[in-house]
């Protein structure tokens, strides 16, 4: 199984409400990665977990609040966001390896859209 | 918001013939690069990487090239298909912390 599962695939919210994107994976990797996508813009990197434990916050905006469960989960919860939120949220998973090579797999994203 | 007017380079290239996708990184200690295919509605897919120890590697149609004098990385598609229009980035990363950069994309377009 080398699939990344994401969902919701699309979410609407408004800039008052609470709503959590979740991420999945069952390739035994012990990194996992958030992405903010906008369009026709290349992935920024938001968070990154290492053996469950927060490694990199890239300066993210508190009203994103990254979780990860367990070694095969991780989510992303939002509240109070603003319309510049809206963009597709990438999942990633990968190898930790102290080199820092190794593929990272992409789920398909959750279009998010903050009205 | 969204940037007015942002667009991507766009090469658009005859069905089988090849394609040169072109990156330039910034970062000399970089030591790890991946290219990924990003189709649409879909997140990025990984297509071929290399190391900093390395100037080319091949791939099933698909050869990287990596120079690290002029900060430059490559990606060559041979015999171009239309299941090969996307959008196409680069990315870095250096030695540890599983970070990676990626660069601003380049979309490719075959004609039929």
């Known amino acids: 199984d080398t699939e990344v599962t994401q969902t919701p695939k699309h979410l609407v919210m408004g800039m008052t409400n609470k709503k959590s994107l979740k991420c999945e994976q069952h390739?035994?990797?012990?990194?996992m990665y958030w992405y903010k996508q906008k369009a026709k813009k290349p992935p920024e990197l938001m968070f990154v977990?290492?053996?469950?434990?927060?490694?990199i916050n890239e300066s993210v905006p508190s009203r994103f609040s990254p979780e990860c469960p367990n070694s095969s989960l991780l989510n992303l919860h939002l509240h109070a966001l603003q319309p510049e939120d809206s963009a597709l949220y990438l999942c990633a998973s990968s190898q930790v390896r102290l080199a820092g090579d190794g593929e990272q797999y992409f789920g398909p994203g959750t279009r998010l859209t903050v009205t | 918001g969204e940037s007015v007017g942002l667009h991507l380079p766009t090469l658009s290239v005859q069905e089988g013939d090849n394609s040169i996708i072109n990156c330039a990184y910034s970062n000399s200690a970089s030591d790890y690069f991946i290219w990924y295919k990003q189709e649409s509605g879909k997140g990025p897919q990984f297509i071929i990487d290399?190391?900093?120890?390395?100037d080319k590697r091949q791939g099933q149609r698909v050869t990287v090239l990596l120079n690290k004098t002029v900060k430059h990385l490559s990606l060559q598609i041979a015999a171009t298909q239309p299941g090969d229009s996307a959008v196409y980035f680069c990315?870095?990363?250096?030695?540890?912390?599983?970070?990676?950069?990626f660069g601003g994309g380049t979309r490719v377009l075959v004609k039929p």
């Open positions: 977990y290492s053996y469950e434990k927060l490694s």
């Open positions: 290399i190391r900093s120890n390395m």
């Open positions: 990315a870095e990363s250096k030695a540890a912390g599983n970070k990676l950069t």
């Open positions: 390739m035994g990797h012990r990194a």
